[in-house]
């Protein structure tokens, strides 16, 4: 039998029997629908958490000033423990697995002013490395601090987004200048809004930027608040959290292993812990959308063994006139195969629009939207091949297998 021969007669046959063909076709479709849906979602999820954590850095490690817990060499317990600039150029010396290092100062509540535009807002003094370590970029237009500007302690502001639209409003705020605890300020940047759901101080978008030197000068102090840095490789991250929590125990006299002295907070932990998270999360989805599609699976070969049983004649006279089983086989395979197909298309037409319809829903922000990727089809399209060829294989075997006499003895 021809391949055209072979398709006419499977939709004939489809056509015959089309209550029956409809609901095989809608067990297939539904099945498929749910995969692309549960996985779209899973992975949008994924997406959204890592551009929130994202926000705020990519891999790196933010050291905390706190209180010693364990008496040492004559010290007591209680004893504060404060970073200096010159700390985190000690760290960069002392530990070579460090790639970027930088001091961050930080007051709260410093009075902003714009004519008669008023706020109270974190004022943060950093270095250069700061923006790429915190991912802060400038919108178009604007930049971030030079050389220059940290050399000649020069008084320009790199402003958080909210802090732009509360001063500005829609007016251009590059160029302009305001008023810092009514010591003027040149405006040399706003920052690209992000998506940030986590933070050590405040959302960076409240927040207002110096050149480190210059907020040296004008507090006339040298104690940071904050050391950040990023591991040269994020794999070895707790080896080089050990070396600095060691280097500033050296440094400021306090016990090694007095966690508590020295708060060290490793996002790339979080990082580990998402990629499991998300691991077994999307495999969940895949499971119950993979059984889902099982259910519709069986129900095709459900079906696909009592069409074998109510064409038991047509087989037996397709055998005695030269049919070999391995025709019979293909025909009823290539059935199966077209009706999951057929389930599939539809499937894929229905997951895709609804996950498209899905793209701007207002929790958007928190569980992400579904996301229709390569990734989604592959796997559904894999479960989909491994259900279509099981449910087609087994009633095709049967039928290739049926003797030809019983077949004629048939009703």
């Known amino acids: 039998m021809s391949l055209f021969s072979l398709i006419a007669d499977v939709f004939r046959n489809m056509n015959q029997q ?62 504060q423990i404060r970073f200096k600039e010159a700390d985190a150029w000690y760290l960069r010396d002392k530990v070579p697995s460090i790639n970027e290092i930088t001091p961050e100062y930080s007051r709260g509540m410093i009075p902003f002013r714009y004519g008669s535009r008023t706020n109270s807002a974190n004022l943060t003094g950093v270095y250069i490395p700061y923006s790429d ?25 790199f402003l958080g987004n909210e802090i732009k639209e509360i001063l500005f409003g829609d007016e251009d705020a590059v160029g302009k200048s305001v008023l810092i605890r009514d010591m003027p300020f040149l405006v040399i940047g706003v920052m690209e809004p992000k998506t940030q759901n986590s933070s050590y101080n405040v959302r960076d978008e409240s927040r207002t930027f110096i050149p480190a030197t210059t907020f040296s000068t004008i507090f006339g102090t040298d104690y940071i608040n904050y050391i950040i840095y990023t591991p040269d490789d994020p794999l070895s991250a707790k080896e080089t959290s050990t070396a600095v929590r060691e280097a500033l125990a050296k440094k400021h006299r306090f016990d090694a292993t007095d966690l508590d002295a020295v708060g060290i907070w490793d996002t790339s932990e979080f990082w580990e812990f998402m990629h499991y998270f998300f691991m077994g999360l999307n495999g969940f989805f ?16 459900n079906i696909m063994f009592v069409v074998v049983q109510e064409r038991m004649k047509e087989i037996g006279i397709r055998r005695s006139i030269g049919a070999t089983r391995a025709d019979i086989l293909r025909q009823f395979f290539a059935e ?18 609804l996950v498209q319809s899905m793209q701007h829903i207002p929790i958007k922000e928190f569980v992400g939207a579904p996301q229709f990727s390569a990734t989604v089809g592959l796997v559904a399209f894999t479960v989909l091949s491994i259900i279509g060829f099981i449910a087609g294989l087994l009633p095709a075997f049967r039928a290739s297998r049926l003797s030809i006499i019983d077949c004629l003895r048939s009703k």
């Open 18 to 79: 089309r209550l029956r063909t409809f609901l095989t076709i809608f067990g297939i479709m539904w099945g498929t629908a749910t995969l692309i849906i549960l996985l779209a979602f899973g992975f949008g999820f994924r997406d959204q958490m890592t551009l929130n954590m994202r926000g705020m850095g990519d891999n790196i490690v933010i050291l905390f000033q706190n209180k010693t817990t364990k008496s040492f060499e004559g010290y007591g317990i209680g004893r």
């Open 133 to 157: 370590m915190r991912n802060v970029f400038p919108q178009e237009g604007g930049r971030w601090f030079n050389e220059r500007d940290i050399n000649e302690r020069r008084r320009v502001v």
């Open 286 to 301: 895949g499971m119950i959308g993979f059984f889902t599609l099982a259910v519709g699976g069986i129900g095709v070969a």
């Open 336 to 353: 199966t195969l077209l009706l999951v197909a057929l389930g599939a298309i539809i499937g894929y037409g229905i997951g895709w629009g």
